[in-house]
């Protein structure tokens, strides 16, 4: 029997095997190399309606959904519900909305969010079953600007939501919370204490799975002593501007952890470093 020609009777072969073995067929083709998908958003427009629809889809794939093995039959569509997230234990969420047409890539076409990525984790979260919230391990919400940040979401819905999964690790990347030249340390400095402040005020909730990230991991000193020495004599520059700068690539800042920041030193410096 050719396997390349199918039969002429209609037969599919590929349920002859047992459940196992088809079962590993699946974990091999629905599962990410890292364990990492990402939740992205879709308008036809095409479609009057111009109803967004989102899609969970591998990294760096072209835009290629996790499960197509769903569109193939109802059979399959059957055997593979739920398995996506069971296979990936990690999803990410960013604001960008691609626009779709059945003549254009997907990948060549996005328009202005619909929806902010906190918008499109809150609307993941709350559709999934709490079979489903209980296969996953940790959640990654991108927001381009601190200042224009969704923090009365992130205060109450999001807030609710990670109390309903306290197992789940829900990490908010600040896309523009980095400095990679010595004149980005001021901004650097000016929204991590703007988030301090935000979390000293409990604008940021309260959920202990919740945490808010810079987009940056690692800590170059002499940059940031350059960067220091752009904006302040030595005789200015706060002790605990590289302590802090330290704990916040390490750590970012855990909503519910008590602030390691003087509460006076928020409200005096703070509007200081606000100023251009």
Known sequence: MDPS???KDGTCHFFRPAQEIRD????YALTSPDGRIICNEYIAFDDDAHQPFTRLEFPRSNCTEVNQLRHVCKRLC???TGLTLKFNKHVEFFDKTFLVSEYQEPESYFSDCSNSAVDKCITFLSA?????RAKLHSIVIEIPHADDAPYAEIATTLNDLCFMVLHLSIKVIIGDWYFDQASEVHDFLRIGYLLESKRQAYELGSAPNLKLVPCEEVFDEAMFTQGLARRWRPFNVKQSFPRDT?????EGIVVREESLVDPFFIRIELP???RR
């Open 128 to 132: 999934c079953t709490p079979k489903s």
């Open 24 to 27: 590993m067929i699946y974990e």
């Open 272 to 274: 200081i470093l606000q």
């Open 246 to 250: 330290i704990r916040w690539l390490a």
């Open 78 to 80: 059957e055997e593979t």
């Open 5 to 7: 020609s199918p039969p």
